[in-house]
């Protein structure tokens, strides 16, 4: 091949591997002047993204009431509602909006929502539950600590 095909091939794999990083790891993100990192997102794809964030919580309230009452069946059918069953359909668009981080965070977040459903049906202990619980709150802080949310101009 001639040094142009080369030179064409190398361009190309530097253009795909930018827009994969751009995609995949950093998404569409600015500082914002608290801090934070701010996420970039169309109004419709930041309600989305509230929306589910306003469903953990109505799970972790029914959860918590739950363990108050001692109704482990209650706990593990709102700590399902939080699970991967609540993922939904996110659209490509929104996903490559969001950083590789928050991404991770939401993920290990349904993640840990389903664990706790099946344990709380399986072993009915509120002791490990509420553990459990405590350790699915710290990735709600994190993110609430390192993102926000903003309404791209674009």
């Known amino acids: 091949m001639s040094k142009k095909c080369w030179l064409i091939i190398v ?9 994969a990083y751009k995609f995949l790891i ?5 500082e914002s002047q608290d801090g934070r990192l701010a996420i970039q997102l ?3 794809e930041r309600n989305l993204v509230l929306s589910e964030m306003r469903s953990f919580l109505a799970s972790v309230q029914q959860i918590t009431q739950g363990l108050a009452e001692n109704d482990m069946a209650r706990v593990a059918e709102y700590a399902k509602k939080g699970g991967k069953e609540a993922q939904g359909e996110v659209p ?3 996903m490559g909006k969001l950083p590789m981080e928050f991404k991770k965070l939401g993920f290990d ?3 840990k929502f389903d664990q ?3 344990d709380a ?4 202990d509120s002791g ?3 553990e459990q619980l405590s350790t699915l709150m710290q990735n709600c802080i994190a993110c609430h600590a390192s993102y926000r949310l903003e309404v791209s101009e674009k």
Do not use: D, N, R, Y
């Open 11 to 19: 361009v190309l794999l530097l253009v795909i591997l930018g827009g």
């Open 26 to 30: 950093q998404g569409s993100t600015t």
């Open 42 to 44: 169309t109004a419709g």
């Open 92 to 94: 490509g668009t929104l």
């Open 109 to 111: 977040t349904h993640m």
């Open 116 to 118: 706790l459903a099946l």
């Open 121 to 124: 049906s399986a072993m009915g």
């Open 128 to 130: 490990q539950v509420l």
